[in-house]
């Protein structure tokens, strides 16, 4: 495949590393970022507006600033586009749907095989311990900005997809008994820790606990270009990771 990435930090550098290791012909074409990097051979946004299409797939890890112009040079170029951006609007998000209807585009907060059979277990699962009470808990590196992860916000929505829940973000104080219609919600930062997440069903006299525990991020720099191969094969639509995954 012939790639453009969007957001070089870590992830978009790990991505490139891996793709190239692979020797299956590969190639990072562009790299598109918040500032431009002649050095780096990084790119601004604002060079999308003139850019002819070059490669068969977007691969982007970089943040909310650079979906607008991502959205509309897929959509003006026709590009499949991989993203794994969290902290998007709701507009913004609306939009990458839509851009669905003209290209392949796949959305996911984590793209590790682990966590997305963690999350399609618990939408298993839940309904059958409707009754039992719920808390989430996500562990992180301390440089880590934004708290809950988009990670854990998936696995909420996994467990409550209707939203019926409250959510409680810790307790402190005298707050009360818990209620039965609360998740509740606990971002633990610290160290080095890539990430980690759990969650515990509480029934009578018994405990059910799942817990993903990432050892870097190359499972999700796997998981992405892995999705990255199917996607470039679909026909035009706003694709889940279940479909791609386990459809």
């Known amino acids: 495949m012939n790639v453009m990435i969007a957001g070089y930090g870590r992830m978009g550098q790990l991505i490139e590393q891996t793709l190239l290791a692979e020797d299956a012909g590969h190639k990072v074409v562009c790299r598109i970022d918040i500032k431009e990097d002649k050095e780096l051979g990084i790119t601004d946004a604002a060079s999308l507006e003139s850019l002819d299409r070059i490669c068969d797939l977007i691969l982007d890890f970089s943040n909310p600033t650079l979906t607008d112009a991502l959205i509309a040079y897929a959509a003006r170029t026709g590009t499949p586009l991989l993203s794994g951006t969290t902290n998007m609007s709701p507009e913004q998000m609306d939009a990458l749907k839509a851009l669905g209807e003209k290209v392949p585009v796949i959305w996911a907060s984590n793209y590790s095989f682990g966590i997305n059979l963690f999350r399609h277990i618990l939408t298993e699962i839940s309904p059958v311990l409707a009754d039992w009470d719920v808390e989430v808990t996500e562990t992180h590196h301390n440089r880590k900005v934004d708290a809950p992860?988009?990670?854990?916000?998936?696995?909420?929505?996994?467990?409550?997809?209707?939203?019926?829940?409250?959510?409680?973000?810790?307790?402190?104080?005298?707050?009360?008994?818990?209620?039965?219609?609360?998740?509740?919600?606990?971002?633990?930062?610290?160290?080095?820790?890539?990430?980690?997440?759990?969650?515990?069903?509480?029934?009578?006299?018994?405990?059910?606990?799942?817990?993903?525990?990432?050892?870097?991020?190359?499972?999700?720099?796997?998981?992405?270009?892995?999705?990255?191969?199917?996607?470039?094969?679909?026909?035009?639509?706003?694709?889940?990771?279940?479909?791609?995954?386990?459809?």
Do not use: W
Request: net charge negative; hydrophobic share 35%.
């Open 149 to 247: 992860s988009g990670t854990a916000k998936t696995l909420i929505e996994a467990i409550d997809p209707e939203g019926e829940c409250k959510l409680v973000f810790g307790r402190e104080g005298n707050c009360g008994a818990r209620t039965k219609k609360e998740i509740g919600v606990h971002a633990l930062r610290g160290g080095t820790v890539v990430g980690e997440h759990k969650v515990d069903f509480f029934g009578e006299d018994e405990v059910f606990e799942i817990t993903h525990k990432m050892g870097s991020r190359q499972i999700l720099v796997n998981g992405a270009i892995a999705m990255g191969k199917k996607l470039v094969e679909q026909t035009p639509g706003f694709y889940s990771i279940d479909q791609l995954m386990f459809g």
